[in-house]
């Protein structure tokens, strides 16, 4: 069984930052990528950056140049680091993984969610 705990959301002023943590734990055998989506109210869920095992980045438009996604493949734990953040970045942000188990070559889970507010 694995296991996404996500951390870091809350309330920032705009210009501000925020650092968003995701940690996977439970029976895995490998991680192919880690990401970060998220989804405001009346809009779709989007990504917001990924990386893959192999350190290949990938972000959205709307982020590039102020968020920063990392990982410590050691501890299996994927980074976010938002910097000027504006108030359209307001949404609930959550972790995905994509991963192989001992039984299964592809599997896909999502963390529970960390809300992320951005106002004066």
Do not use: H
Not at 8 to 14: E, F, K, S, T
Not at 36 to 44: C, F, H, I, T
């Amino acid at each position: 069984q694995v296991q996404l705990v996500e951390s870091g959301g809350g309330l920032v002023q705009p210009g501000g930052s925020l650092r968003l943590s995701c940690a996977a734990s439970g029976s895995i055998f490998s991680i192919y990528a880690m990401g970060w989506y998220r989804q405001a109210p009346g809009k779709e869920r989007e990504l917001v950056a990924d990386i893959t095992s192999g350190g290949n980045t990938n972000y959205a438009d709307s982020v590039k140049g102020r968020f920063t996604i990392s990982r410590n493949n050691a501890k299996n734990t994927v980074y976010l680091q938002m910097n000027s953040l504006k108030p359209e970045d307001t949404a609930v942000y959550y972790c995905n993984i994509r991963y192989r188990s001992d039984y299964a070559r592809y599997l896909e889970l999502w963390g529970q969610g960390t809300l992320v507010t951005v106002s004066s």
